[in-house]
Nanobody, 121 residues
Framework: QVQLVESGGGLVQAGGSLRLSCAAS????????MGWYRQAPGKQRELVAV?????NYADSVRGRFTISRDNAKNTVYLEMNSLKPEDTAVYYC?????????????????WGQGTQVTVSS
């Protein structure tokens, strides 16, 4: 069984910084991609950043957020700088993994439990 454990959310003033971490554990045989999504109240969940062979950012965060990955630790990070009140949301880790299910390597997508990021004006 695979688990994604997120950490690093919190309350910060506008212009401040936060760093999110997401560690994947379990029967992982490979990583296709890991990324971050967010969902603000009353809005749909949206992609923030994803790292695979390439790195992609939402236009709203490009230049302010940086995604990185430590393959040895199966961990993805999101460094968030110059935070704005509109960045306030629950941030979810997403991992597209190759995992061992019984005796078969299977590709599946997993979600973390979410971590709250609140930016005050």
């Amino acid at each position: 069984q695979v688990q994604l454990v997120e950490s690093g959310g919190g309350l910060v003033q506008a212009g401040g910084s936060l760093r999110l971490s997401c560690a994947a554990s379990g029967s992982i045989r490979g990583i296709n991609a890991m990324g971050w999504y967010r969902q603000a109240p009353g809005k749909q969940r949206e992609l923030v950043a994803v790292i695979s062979r390439n790195i992609n950012y939402a236009d709203s965060v490009r230049g302010r957020f940086t995604i990185s990955r430590d393959n040895a630790k199966n961990t993805v990070y999101l460094e968030m700088n110059s935070l704005k009140p509109e960045d306030t949301a629950v941030y979810y880790c997403n991992a597209d993994l190759y995992t061992l299910v019984e005796v078969v390597t299977t590709r599946r997508v997993y979600w973390g439990q979410g971590t709250q990021v609140t930016v005050s004006s």
